[in-house]
């Protein structure tokens, strides 16, 4: 399996822009969840799906931020508008159901708001 | 709520000497605790997991874990670390959905 893939690695784009990263799941995972790591605030839970439906998104900062599943096999994160304080790496990870199952993360896509 | 706290923010060894990274967790129900490293510019890799059964667990690149259920600790431990153990290390805990992370601890391993 080529486990959990994002795309791009790398963004940097300019303030006001709209930004999505993607996400393709380990196939057969019924769990996705996408995290934001930055230096001040470590790893943040933003978003998680079960079976492609969004289950709690209490960790989405503001309204600008918004995340879909419209399959099993790829999901996305947009941020539109963009501002700098966005700059991070933001991770997507995918997990079975079952009890104790650990999450598989992605490469991460390092974002960088100008 | 559920918490997991890494009191050290860094830990520097010397090669070839032991090292602990410790880890706390609270929860009232029970848990399931995992361990995972990340290098330079890459994801989180699972080290090992504990789910039930022996307290002592046993991971990848001879990395171990014990689970002390009085404590609510799950420390990680290498015998003797080598230079390319040098990462940021991450406990985390499951208990339901989520996975929550502790902030980290550094690994910092000197020639």
């Known amino acids: 399996d080529a486990g959990v893939i994002q795309s791009p690695r790398h963004e940097v784009t300019e303030m006001g822009q709209e930004v999505t990263l993607r996400c393709k799941p380990i196939?057969?995972?019924?769990?996705l969840f996408w995290y934001r790591q930055t230096m001040m605030r470590g790893l943040e839970l933003l978003i998680y799906?079960?079976?492609?439906?969004?289950?709690?998104d209490s960790g989405m900062p503001e309204d600008r931020f918004s995340a879909k599943m419209p399959n099993a096999s790829f999901s996305t994160l947009k941020i539109q508008p963009s501002e700098p304080r966005d700059s991070a790496v933001y991770f997507c990870?995918?997990?079975?159901?079952?009890?104790?199952?650990?999450?598989?993360f992605g490469n991460g896509t390092r974002l960088t708001v100008t | 709520a559920q918490s997991v706290t890494q009191l050290d923010s860094q830990v520097p060894v010397f090669e070839e000497a032991p090292v602990e990274l410790r880890c706390n967790y609270s929860?009232?129900?029970?848990?399931?605790l995992f361990w995972y490293v990340q290098y330079p510019n890459q994801g989180l890799q699972l080290l090992l997991k504990?789910?039930?059964?022996?307290?002592l667990v046993k991971g990848i690149n001879g990395f171990e874990a014990e689970f002390n259920k009085s404590q609510t600790s799950f420390h990680l431990r290498k015998p003797s670390v080598h230079i390319s153990d040098t990462a940021e290390y991450f406990c985390?805990?499951?208990?339901?959905?989520?996975?929550?992370f502790g902030t980290g601890t550094r690994l910092q391993v000197f020639p």
């Open positions: 990870a995918s997990s079975f159901r079952r009890e104790g199952s650990p999450l598989h």
């Open positions: 196939s057969g995972h019924d769990y």
């Open positions: 799906f079960n079976n492609n439906v969004p289950i709690d």
């Open positions: 929860s009232s129900v029970s848990v399931y």
């Open positions: 504990y789910l039930s059964g022996s307290t």
């Open positions: 985390a805990a499951r208990n339901t959905d989520k996975l929550i």
